[in-house]
């Protein structure tokens, strides 16, 4: 049997997603119905419709403030502001589907364990099972600001609270409640076992919880775990603590370089490369025909806004665009405190080296090179080697025009690619762990599970 494609739809609970500037054009919804339960219901019966494995929802705390000096153009442009609370519209979602999962971003940053596992342990119970917690340290400097701090807190240190903050998880969901603590025994008048439910007992140096975990074990009693960012200190969390790694890059080739280096580091830690999962970008325009297809997207470049693509490229990296006056100059890295993969990304990882002048041609347009634009079959077949030559094992598939992009992706592609074996036609069984990995709980090496309770 083939390899086959793990699919999930990338999204935001916002007016807009990274489809800069297309809230504009007259077919896009979202901005006019994400505050809507009907809109997500709607899409969550689609995605199930097209066999997503999940729908995958990033988050942000704070406004793209960094090009320019302020968040001017972010708020004019809708990116990613305003913006909602993924998790409340998951169980609505769950409620309508049997299968689709919900990844759910949540930041180590500015989050506190004790309610963050609470709140996955409540998704877990209500979905049966189908959640997944994407583990981010976050990179905005204004949302280190809407939480107190007068700056961001460092990145490699941002790594350290995560560390910490995903051993006080295991111990709240793997280790507090065993498994048989629930009695629910009328006759003897116990509900739960308080000799089988344990106070953590944690004290470190970024946080101090007693306990015990105030939610019953769920189905996965730990979401399944993704992980996006390829700095050095990111592949490194990934391989201690990831079942899915969300990894981007300039060419399949990068792509599958940064994969097989968090395997590796994964399997020195004592874990096996095949616990790990790996998904990129997917970016479709596709329509009956070519013609069609390539004159949809001329109409999508209409609506496009280079200014809200650069206010979002500043945000993510530090680089603000808006201060860079010789445009003659070449792009080069330096280092912030923000996204280091995403700053590496059209510098030191980049195939030659870029003036100024053509960083700011690249975002006066959807990025071409990360787009595969044209009739069903040649989409398909665009997939297909995308998907062999990068090693991943799924795709997290943006759109421009929402819902639109995605129904026409559903009608399209997907029976292409069920039809060459590419893609599932019908869903397993379980909790979303055990459809990606055919067991519930996670495995025996992974960090969770090497700890004893204390």
């Given at each position: 049997m083939r390899k086959q494609i793990i699919l999930q739809a990338f999204d935001m609970t916002a007016a807009m997603h990274n489809a800069h500037g297309l809230w504009k054009h007259p077919e896009s919804r979202r901005h006019r119905e994400y505050k809507s339960l009907d809109y997500w219901i709607e899409l969550a019966r689609?995605?199930?419709?097209?066999?997503?494995?999940?729908?995958?929802?990033?988050?942000?705390?704070?406004?793209?403030?960094?090009?320019?000096?302020?968040?001017?153009?972010?708020?004019r442009d809708?990116?990613?502001v305003p913006i909602n609370d993924p998790a409340f519209v998951i169980p609505a979602m769950a409620a309508v589907t049997n299968h689709l999962s919900f990844a759910v971003t949540v930041s180590t940053s500015y989050e506190q364990p004790f309610h963050n596992a609470r709140k996955f342990s409540t998704l877990d119970h209500l979905t049966n099972g189908r959640v997944a917690w994407n583990i981010v340290t976050s990179y905005l400097p204004n949302a280190a600001q809407n939480f107190g701090l007068e700056k961001m807190?460092?990145?490699?240190?941002?790594?350290?609270?995560a560390d910490e903050f995903l051993e006080v998880s295991y111990k709240l969901l793997e280790d507090s409640w065993e498994e048989d603590a629930v009695i629910a025994d009328p006759h003897s008048g116990v509900l739960v076992d308080s000799a089988?439910?344990?106070?953590?007992?944690?004290?470190?140096n970024y946080f101090s919880v007693e306990g015990p975990h105030v939610s019953e074990p769920s189905p996965q009693r730990t979401p399944v775990l993704y992980q996006a960012g390829t700095s050095e200190k990111g592949r490194d969390f990934a391989a201690r603590h990831a079942e899915c790694v969300?990894?981007?890059?300039?060419?399949?080739?990068?792509?599958?370089?940064?994969?097989?280096?968090i395997k590796a580091r994964a399997e020195a830690y004592g874990r096996s490369k095949d616990e790990i999962k790996a998904f990129t970008f997917l970016q479709v325009v596709v329509a009956e025909t070519e013609e069609k297809a390539y004159s949809k997207y001329e109409d999508i470049k209409k609506y496009w806004?280079?200014?809200?693509?650069?206010?979002?490229?500043?945000?993510?990296?530090?680089?603000?665009?808006?201060?860079?006056?010789?445009?003659?100059?070449?792009?080069t890295y330096k280092h912030t405190e923000q996204g280091q993969s995403r700053a590496a990304y059209l510098t030191k990882d980049a195939a030659r080296p870029f003036t100024v002048k053509e960083i700011h041609e690249k975002f006066s347009k959807p990025a071409e090179m990360d787009i595969f634009?044209?009739?069903?079959?040649?989409?398909?077949?665009?997939?297909?080697?995308?998907f062999v030559r990068s090693g991943v094992d799924g795709f997290n598939l943006t759109h421009y025009i929402t819902p639109k992009d995605l129904q026409d992706f559903v009608e399209l592609v997907v029976p292409i690619l069920q039809e060459r074996g590419l893609y599932k036609k019908e869903y397993k069984e379980g909790t979303f762990r055990e459809k990606l990995y055919n067991h519930p709980y996670l495995r025996p090496a992974h960090p969770a599970k090497q700890r004893k309770r204390s």
């Open positions: 689609l995605l199930e419709k097209g066999k997503f494995d999940a729908v995958f929802f990033a988050d942000v705390l704070g406004v793209y403030d960094v090009y320019g000096g302020d968040e001017a153009v972010a708020l809708g990116v990613q807190v460092k990145h490699d240190e941002r790594y350290q609270i089988k439910v344990h106070r953590i007992k944690h004290k470190g969300f990894v981007g890059g300039p060419t399949p080739e990068k792509i599958n370089y940064y994969i097989e280096d806004s280079a200014d809200a693509a650069k206010a979002q490229y500043g945000g993510s990296t530090g680089y603000d665009l808006a201060a860079y006056e010789n445009e003659e100059e070449l792009f634009v044209g009739s069903p079959e040649k989409v398909a077949d665009q997939i297909e080697d995308f």
